[in-house]
């Protein structure tokens, strides 16, 4: 995961990936997964850091990945983050 100064998180294929495996492996939620990838990267996420997602195409073309639900996952996860304080940012998610 990287982000951009335009303030957008960039999840890439290897993020995905992972996230897969965690899945395949442990049982864990894509959630669980995303959490675990955040502190792995230590990746400092603050609320309003992040106003745009972008995913990999790859996830939409292999059905192994469950785009639709890793897109959920993180949108949760994200809007979790912003949540954890008063303030609430507007977030967009691209593909």
Request: aromatic letters at 10%; a negative charge; proline letters at 3%.
């Amino acid at each position: 995961m990287q982000f951009t100064v335009n303030a957008t998180l960039i999840i890439e294929i290897e993020d995905v990936e992972a996230m897969c495996c965690y899945r395949d492996r442990d049982g864990d939620t894509f959630e669980d997964s995303l959490r675990f990838e955040i502190q792995l990267q230590e990746l400092i996420l603050s609320p309003d850091c992040i106003v745009d997602i972008q995913f990999p195409a790859d996830i939409f073309i292999d059905p192994y990945y469950e785009s639709e639900k890793i897109i959920q996952a993180v949108h949760y996860v994200i809007e979790e983050i912003h949540t954890s304080s008063a303030s609430r940012a507007s977030l967009s998610i691209h593909t």
